[in-house]
């Protein structure tokens, strides 16, 4: 089965699975990933493989931006310290700890490797928590902050899991090497998008001067924007996540001043249709990739990953919730200027943002994204987890 005819198939699944979702009250992400096993039965879903590097470019640029275009700015701006220290205090707590717990509890797991782990499940996913915001009736505060973090969480684990990419796949790594090369990637790679947004800004301006302010010449060239931001971050060599970031964030806003409301709905329906599609193919291709997976390993090694699944999952929550209470109070506690700026937080409130740390496709997209082989030729130490 060709390249198309596959594309067509999962495209045909996600939107089978969706339909069916409407019926079966279980969360959809759980049955996009059973589609997918499913799929991986079927002749030419068997042996479905997608190149690291492929999947990294055209999934998370379009997912990343569509989070950012789409998120209320001046709401994360006002949220934005809470929003900090989850995005970048709790990824790098995270990615840490699930590190060194799982190179505790599997010494022959090089610590890069562990590290990228935990960098992979760090980030926490935009839909995943808008499902739950949506059934809980929680303030708009929180749906921000949540959302927020999602977004910005996911570039600095990402970025971090570049890193321990990087370093597992040499055999290299410096701590000092590393905190310069993500303060200078991080942000060079957001100033980056930021000069990306607004050069093609200027040209969807300049369109409408002339008359050519078409809402599909124009959301096609919105479409190209994350791409752009990353291709060009990729060329000169800073980081291309906080470059799509920058990007989305600048355009969202961009578009909310300059841009006329029929195009900006078009817009928004566009990308709201590739955030579900993308969205769904990458549970699906998790549940094709996930049979082959569990197929090649023997019965007492798919028992002893999915301890250390529970394990993870434990440590993740307990970890999120003893950041998010500090967090939240003790900014208050010690400065008078906080807190009249914020107000206090509702304790339910702050233990919703504790539970939702619901993870998603990035965090997916990411695993799936982890290379085959180390520099050596070498398979990639701890792949399977």
Same mark, same amino acid.
């Given at each position: ?24 009250p279980v969360p959809l992400p759980i049955l996009l990933v059973a589609g997918g096993i499913a ?20 999934? /998370? ?38 590190? =060194? ?19 992979? /499940? ?106 752009a931001a990353y291709l060009a971050a990729e060329a000169l060599q800073v980081g291309s996540i ?7 964030? =600048? ?33 699906? /291709? ?24 529970? /394990? ?10 003893? *950041?998010?209470?500090?967090?939240? =109070? ?24 504790? *539970? ?30």
């Open positions: 089965m060709g390249i198309i005819e596959i594309t067509l198939g999962l495209l045909l699944a996600v939107a089978a699975v969706a339909a069916l979702g409407k019926w079966i799929l991986s039965y079927l002749p030419g879903f068997d042996d479905l493989r997608i190149e690291p590097d492929v999947f990294f470019l055209l999934f /998370i640029p379009p997912l990343l931006f569509a989070d950012g275009w789409l998120i209320p700015k001046r709401d994360l701006m006002r949220a934005l310290r809470p929003v900090l220290l989850l995005a970048f205090g709790l990824v790098f707590l995270t990615t840490l700890a699930v590190g =060194y717990l799982m190179h505790w509890l599997i010494p022959s797991l090089p610590l890069a490797a562990a590290f990228a782990l935990g960098a992979v /499940i760090s980030p926490t996913d935009a839909v995943s928590v808008s499902a739950i915001t949506s059934r809980l009736k929680v303030p708009s505060r929180v749906t921000t902050v949540l959302r927020g973090e999602s977004l910005i969480n996911d570039a600095s684990g990402l970025v971090a899991f570049k890193f321990a990419i990087a370093a597992a796949a040499t055999g290299a790594f410096s701590w000092s090497d590393a905190a310069l090369q993500f303060f200078v990637q991080s942000g060079g790679g957001f100033a980056l998008g930021l000069a990306v947004a607004w050069l093609i800004g200027r040209l969807r301006l300049g369109l409408t001067r002339f008359c050519l302010d078409d809402p599909l010449i124009l959301t096609v060239l919105s479409l190209l924007t994350p791409f906080l470059a799509v970031v920058g990007a989305a964030l =600048y355009a969202g806003s961009h578009d909310a001043r300059f841009i006329d409301a029929p195009t900006r709905a078009h817009s928004w329906e566009v990308w709201r249709m590739l955030q579900f599609a993308f969205n769904g193919l990458v549970f699906l /291709i998790l549940g094709v990739q996930l049979h082959s997976v569990v197929e090649g390993l023997s019965g007492s090694t798919a028992i002893g990953l999915a301890g250390y699944a529970l /394990i993870l999952s434990a440590a993740v929550i307990v970890l999120r919730l003893a *950041w998010v209470f500090p967090a939240a =109070y003790l900014p208050l506690l010690l400065s008078k200027r906080t807190r009249d700026r914020e107000g206090s937080f509702r304790p339910r409130n702050v233990f919703i943002v504790g *539970w939702a740390g619901v993870r998603g496709s990035v965090t997916l997209a990411a695993a799936l994204s982890t290379p085959l082989t180390t520099a050596t030729g070498a398979p990639f130490p701890g792949r399977e987890l």
